[in-house]
């Protein structure tokens, strides 16, 4: 086992919520109790970490309210303790809702050659039987297991990586998917299991500058707009007009878009705004042709070809 502490950073969601109903598993404020209290609530977790912890609260929201400033400071920290000789791992408590779009924004940002494991709960911490403490102490086994890299969600036991990732369920505990990927593996009692019997390479070897990210301040202007049944891409027009900078637009199955919008975001090109066709299908990737009429985002999440759209546009 490698020297050196994990650090787990606190930002908020569900695992730090509570609920003024006791028992209740709706109803609740995410983003309440400190990340001391959440690790205090772990039994075995010194085993779990197979070495010394620290922690600290980078944030404290509701990951339905996630925004660049705390991607800013998370990727930032992050940064900081990949570089120190006395950490070995970081382990990051997260909110359900967005836990893909921040795994893949860091995975995106990071030169990750040390875990980076996001953790999360359905239920808040005083529900009758909170999934926090397993999921927190299973993604300390999985930060102190030996050849572990890269950017890494853990929760229901099953380890994901940062693209496939997303959450498919709104309220069961088992509530995200890698889709057609599958998890990367599980962890069974505190020992982590590789599908294929083996750690997988998962490092960025080509992460968006950080400091582009830090000296920008502010994201620039991406949005979603959906295709679908009775598009008429007035809300392409609007946003335009409203000076975003790029459009995301979730197609239907491999890219296909309603005629009206694909009108739209030719003028939105026209115009200078940047255009990413993803698709709104969950499973599978978007086959890209020779006459598509936008670049396209395989393998992408419409959510996480956003991200990419940013990063390209900040230029990092
Ligand atoms: N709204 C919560 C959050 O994303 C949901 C959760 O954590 O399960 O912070």
């Known amino acids: 086992m490698s020297a050196g502490k994990i650090v787990v950073l606190g930002t908020g969601g569900t695992i730090a919520g509570t609920a003024l109903q006791p028992g209740a598993g709706l109803g609740y404020r995410a983003a309440q109790l400190s990340v001391q209290a959440l690790l205090a609530a772990v039994p075995g977790l010194e085993q779990a970490a197979r070495g010394p912890l620290?922690?600290?609260?980078?944030?404290?929201?509701?990951?339905?309210?996630?925004?660049?400033?705390?991607w800013r400071a998370l990727a930032q920290r992050c940064t900081q303790l990949l570089v120190n000789s006395q950490v070995r791992a970081i382990v990051i408590t997260h909110g359900t809702d967005t836990l893909e779009e921040t795994a893949w924004f860091l995975h995106s940002v990071l030169a990750a050659r040390k875990p980076v494991v996001l953790t999360c709960a359905m239920r808040p911490a005083t529900a009758l039987a909170p999934d926090g403490p397993q999921n927190l102490r299973d993604a300390l086994a999985v930060a102190a297991s030996a050849?572990?890299?890269?950017?890494?969600?853990?929760a229901a036991g099953s380890v994901h990586g940062a693209q496939a990732v997303s959450k498919v369920h709104p309220y069961r505990i088992d509530a995200f998917s890698s889709g057609d990927d599958g998890p990367l593996g599980w962890v069974e009692e505190g020992v982590l299991r590789w599908r294929h019997n083996r750690p997988l390479a998962l490092v960025n070897p080509a992460p968006a500058a950080i400091k582009k990210i830090v000296d920008a301040g502010a994201a620039p202007r991406v949005e979603i707009v959906l295709s679908h049944a009775g598009a008429d891409g007035r809300i392409v027009d609007a946003l335009?007009?409203?000076?975003?900078?790029?459009?995301?637009?979730?197609?239907?199955?491999?890219?296909?878009?309603?005629?009206a919008l694909h009108a739209a975001l030719e003028r939105a090109q026209r115009a200078g705004v940047a255009v990413r066709?993803?698709?709104?299908?969950?499973?599978?990737?978007?086959?890209?042709?020779?006459?598509d009429p936008f670049p396209s985002t395989p393998g992408l999440s419409p959510v996480k070809a956003r991200i990419a759209l940013q990063l390209q546009l900040l230029g990092a």
């Open 54 to 70: 620290a922690m600290e609260q980078l944030a404290q929201v509701d990951s339905k309210d996630m925004d660049w400033a705390v």
């Open 277 to 291: 066709v993803a698709t709104r299908c969950s499973l599978g990737q978007l086959l890209v042709q020779a006459d």
């Open 240 to 259: 335009v007009a409203d000076g975003t900078q790029g459009i995301v637009v979730a197609a239907t199955g491999n890219g296909t878009l309603h005629r």
């Open 147 to 154: 050849g572990v890299q890269g950017v890494l969600v853990v």
